[in-house]
């Protein structure tokens, strides 16, 4: 039987990370990362036991309940170790070196993360999730802490040797993917600038291998479980507009289609889960982060933006999802210092999903034993046998409303219905940290959501998509505000109520300068869109001077950040885009925008980094489709135009939004392209062809 602790509170207790705080009740002698431990560490000649995860992590209060909770299992590693407890979304870079570390032992990773360290912090044993005895292939945790305190106490020599192999592992690890890109496109003849020119063709090429991996008949890439891989579709979509490569169109709405239909999406409440483990998206892990809503947010947006040729069910489904989601992230994401909160947990009362489930007693508790009742049952696909465990059922489109004879007003009532009800149970945890970089991809997903509800039939649609623009500005604002980065131009990683922590890192430059670049374009008001560039410009031009790797590429942390065994960077996708990728993409933007000295070294660095990480992105695209988004405007774009007024003209640019920025005021229209401008124009009717020319539809 386990036996918990009491309820005195350890160190963590003073920390402000949820995630951290967490644990503050835990029998364990809980540091978080920092100076204190580490001598403690050295002085003591003690292991370190780092264990890295975040609030919404099921599998991390799976752990802590087993293992954390458990008084013995904290004497063992209070007397051997020295704890050190991490949020993965505070310290991202800890998490990407020492993930490795799970990639080279299990050949997997994830969170929970436990790594072993020498006090020197080399790595010399790690894994993810240990069960409290052995289970599922793995070691008890109990047997594996006296294990790894025995070799370190009595075979140190095979500990020291160990840490020595793996730190070379995950140095390589970490280094192979750059210096391969670079020896990569170093024989690809030069990709970019020189001949021969990166073009249409080499994408379309690639665009066919991805689609290799696309599953057309239940959405998403094939097999389980399945994730939204936003970024890939992003790209197929867009490749769909200015190519003729067949299934990029249908791929793209295929996934989105069943993703807003499945379970991954919260029919009652709206917003999207993180993934599905089943095949259908029927079954989700429940937790809600910040980045999967703003990424899909941008997603949706975009596809009704770009094209007025979706069929009228599917352009209403899009439209209500994107409703739904911006609803949700209104209603229970807004902290109260202007910012949006990092993530919402997957478990409530002590169980993954139960805020979420149905079974038929409960849809009839609410609805009665009627109509309603048999309408929710059908549409939502509540049974006695459920999809989920003990016979709940997590609510997804099961029917169209055409399958079922219902009109979208009588399925509105009953989901507010069954939305109020659910309100009353008790709801999973907030962790109500600000990321800054997570807050510049929702800038980006309301300005997108914002641009493809501009032109719905439905009058609310259409004012929320207003409102979505409004509410980028003002995160924007707020944000810029905490954290005074006008002054300074350096981004925090972090803002709560009590202020700005901890320094930025690549992804957050790279974020909020797209934030700003976005809002330069949508914005309706010119004085906005002026400060928008500047900013975008400054924190494009922050990141060129900090990240930089000379040789090719952009590290993770700035050139002042606290020195750990590795300096990691940032060329692939994981769950969210490379920020490599999307700093390369806003520097050629704004290339084409500025008209000082910066747009020329914005152009000779997008050049010089593109030149060496091309040619391997092309042959190993997967993982990369933040890159091939950049490489495809490379090709296309980027457009920038010049104009008396910017919000028509992007309310109905169509398929060549994504290529085409906002430039400056001026009286009469002009339209630049790959540094070249043509003659003015008189009216956004003449720009609208223009620039419909240069990124021409498919078939033209």
Known sequence: MVKKAGPSKNRLSKEQSPYLKQHENNPVDWYAWGPEALKKAKDENKPILLSVGYSACHWCHVMAHESFENEETAKLMNEYFVNIKVDREE??????????????????????????????????????YFPPEDRYGRPGFPRLLKALADAYKNQRENVDENAAKLLDAIEKLESTDTEALRDQSRHSGGLVGSAPKLALKDLESVSLRVLQGVDFVEGGMIGAPKFPNTMTFQFLWRMSKVS??????????????????????????GGFHRYS?????????FEKMLYDNALLLKLYGEVLATDSDLPSEIRDLFESTLQKTLTYLDREMRT????????????????????????????????GNGPDLDLAKKFYGVDSTGNFEG???????????????????????IRQKLFKARSQRVRPGDDDKALVGWNGLLISGLLWAGMGLARSADQGRKKLGQESVQWAEEVLNHLVKLTRTSETQRLPAIVTEKGPRLN?????????????????????????????????????????????????????????????????KSVHDQAIPSGTAVLLQVAAALSE?????????????????????????????????????HLLQEVMGPIAVSGPDSGELFESLGQATPFTYWKKETQKWLVCHQQACGAPLDSVEDVKIDVRMKVKPVGA
Request: one cysteine or more; proline letters at 4%.
């Open 336 to 367: 109260p210092f202007g910012l949006f909160m990092a993530a919402q947990d997957a478990d409530s009362e002590g169980h993954e999903g139960k805020f979420f489930v149905w079974n038929p007693q409960q849809l009839e508790d609410v609805l």
């Open 593 to 629: 925008i500025l008209e000082d000295d910066r747009a020329s070294r914005f152009r000779e660095r997008t050049q010089f980094h593109t030149e060496r990480l091309a040619g391997g992105i092309l042959r190993r695209p997967f993982g990369s489709s933040e890159f091939l988004c």
């Open 244 to 269: 003729s490569v067949e299934g990029a169109r249908e791929g793209a709405l295929v996934a989105l289609t069943k993703m807003a239909r499945g379970g991954i999406f919260d029919q009652i409440g």
């Open 91 to 128: 310290r991202p870079d800890l998490d990407q070196i020492y993930q490795n570390v799970a990639q080279v032992m299990t050949q997997g990773g994830g969170w929970p993360l436990t790594v072993f360290l020498t006090p020197d912090l080399k790595p010399f044993f790690g894994g993810t």
């Open 391 to 413: 016979g709940m059922t997590v609510p997804y489109q099961a029917k169209t409303l055409s399958e079922i004879s219902a009109s979208s007003e009588d399925l509105e009532r």
């Open 277 to 285: 483990v089943d095949d259908l998206w029927a079954v989700p892990h």
């Open 504 to 568: 930025g890192y690549l992804d957050d430059y790279a974020f909020m300068a797209q934030a700003a670049l976005d809002l330069s374009r949508f914005s309706k008001s010119a004085e906005t869109r002026s400060r928008a560039l500047d900013l975008s410009a400054a924190w494009v031009d922050a990141a060129l001077s900090r990240f930089e790797d000379d040789e090719g590429g952009f590290f993770f942390t700035s050139d002042d950040h606290e020195k750990l065994i590795q300096r990691p």
